[in-house]
């Protein structure tokens, strides 16, 4: 008998998301191409997690990077703790770039015992654990750049900084810009994950409602100004009205089944 295999449910919306960031300097290559993965050096990393919560949404949105008191084994542990409390992680090309260079610096500094990082690096291409945006969004074939896909959609991306710049900024110690760069790449990753999982499932409340939250809660943090762009970005300045339509609808759907509840009692009462 054929053993059939369970597939991933690629349409199912996850409860738990990090999106996550890393920005790296190499030694520059005589030819002027890119460096080969395994000669980068993890310098800050951006996380931006959400939670859903019975239909409400949280988010904790942060950013290291290696300068004074923090080392590269701080990096490396932050982001093992952060991909160990969620149901999916999703990056841009993190299969091919970020996970790898997580993954031998994680060994570099010794730290063996990282299984969140371990299982990351090492997840299936076509399953669900690892949702790698330029994967997805190119059907595994030719990919293109985080910048033209969230310009296509409405988000914003590479505002300031591009990652051509870190190597410069980091020589002259302009740790809070990288700070703010890879913040902003790892939001804009979590938006396209939004959007990408509302597509998936043919949802436009999964991309609405999320948005619509993210917006909130950068207004109302103080330490987050510097994402401010995000929220009269055109995909947000869609999804927020969409998303106070439906939270009307979904309120007056439970006052009309409290008041149909309380006058069934009623009834049952005086029969």
Not at 207 to 221: D, F, G
Request: proline share 5%; glycine share 6%; hydrophobic share 45%.
């Amino acid at each position: 008998m054929r053993a059939s295999l369970r597939q991933p449910d690629h349409a199912r919306a996850p409860s738990a998301v990090l999106a996550y960031d890393l920005e790296t300097v190499a030694p520059p290559m005589p030819d002027g191409s890119f460096p080969p993965w395994p000669t980068h050096l993890p310098v800050a990393a951006g996380f931006a997690e959400a939670r859903r919560h019975g239909g409400e949404w949280a988010f904790d949105i942060a950013a290291l990077v290696v300068a004074g008191d923090t080392q590269e084994a701080d990096l490396i542990r932050e982001a093992d703790r952060r991909m160990a409390g969620t149901d999916v992680v999703t990056s841009y090309n993190g299969r091919q770039f970020d996970a790898l260079v997580l993954r031998l610096a994680a060994q570099r500094n010794r730290l063996w015992n990282l299984k969140a990082i371990a299982d990351h690096a090492a997840a299936n291409r076509f399953g669900g654990e690892h949702a790698d945006l330029a994967d997805l969004y190119s059907s595994h074939g030719r990919k293109v750049g985080l910048a033209a896909l969230c310009d296509a959609i409405g988000i914003p991306a590479k505002t300031d900084v591009s990652g051509g710049d870190v190597a410069a900024l980091w020589e002259a110690g302009e740790a809070e810009r990288i700070r703010t760069y890879v913040c902003e790449d790892a939001v804009a990753t979590l938006c396209l994950h939004f959007a990408w999982t509302a597509s998936r499932a043919a949802d436009e409340a999964l991309v609405t409602q999320p948005m619509a939250a993210l917006a909130r809660h950068l207004e109302r943090t103080p330490d987050l100004a510097h994402l401010s762009a995000f929220v009269d970005c055109a995909l947000i300045r869609w999804c927020r009205p969409r998303a106070l339509h439906a939270d009307i609808a979904a309120a007056l759907d439970r006052v009309t089944a409290k008041l149909k509840r309380e006058e069934d009692e009623r009834a049952f009462a005086t029969a």
